[in-house]
């Protein structure tokens, strides 16, 4: 008998989630082992006895969104691998789901190919981000899965450009950052692609990244 990954969906659409399940089902290596319409009916779904491998994380729903819900597998099953999937790739919602513990981000209307692609990547890397982040940033995020490696070394920043890195890490806009640091706008934007530069990333996801491999913000 073939050696199946198990999956759960946690989604509170109910028609996407069943198809998400006969599709998923079609994966030659891959099986749902259930699917729940919010975080708390996943929890009550939870078997200690057989869990999944890949939770496949919806973000807005009732009750217990995605990022609270990420937050609880990442304190009681931290082996765990948590695909968000989601309409929205605003940054702030990526930020937000990688500082509450997903591994990997899939938008909804993504071809069936990268889905399968995403759960192959996440068990056998530890993550799975698609094209909209570098090469770079991944290699960032695959640092941070090995708690063997050592903190990059950190480029010198000016006190500014730390406090804009920061604020980065949040989920305030650029113009709210910079009402925040008592800037223009301009002169923001030119924070962040001096720190672009300086850091080798080319996304504010990747600033993230950075700050959290070299320690400078909390998860």
């Not at 969104?65 to 948590?82: C, L, S």
């Amino acid at each position: 008998m073939p050696d199946y990954r198990y999956i759960a969906i946690v989604d509170d659409h109910t028609m996407f989630r069943k198809g998400l399940c006969a599709l998923i089902d079609l994966f030659p290596r891959y099986r749902v082992l259930f699917d729940a319409a919010n975080g708390k009916d996943f929890i009550n779904r939870l078997h200690p006895g057989q869990l999944p491998d890949i939770v496949l994380l919806d973000i807005k729903m009732p009750e217990m969104d995605g990022f609270e819900t990420a937050r609880w597998i990442n304190a009681h099953y931290p082996d765990m691998k948590i695909l968000a999937l989601s309409t929205m790739d605003a940054d702030t919602v990526i930020i937000k789901m990688i500082r509450s513990g997903a591994k990997g981000y899939v938008l909804k209307d993504a071809d069936p190919k990268e889905l399968n692609l995403a759960f192959d990547e996440v068990l056998a890397k530890g993550y799975f981000y698609n094209d909209q982040l570098s090469r770079k940033i991944l290699q960032s995020i695959s640092g941070l899965t090995d708690e063997k490696n050592m903190l990059g070394t950190l480029v010198k920043l000016t006190d500014r450009e730390l406090q804009f890195l920061k604020l980065a890490c949040s989920e305030k806009s650029y113009q709210q950052i910079a009402g925040e640091m008592f800037l223009s706008e301009r002169t923001v934007d030119g924070y962040r692609e001096s720190l672009f530069k300086k850091l080798g990333v080319n996304t504010r996801v990747g600033l993230v990244i950075y700050a959290i491999k070299n320690n400078m913000v909390q998860l």
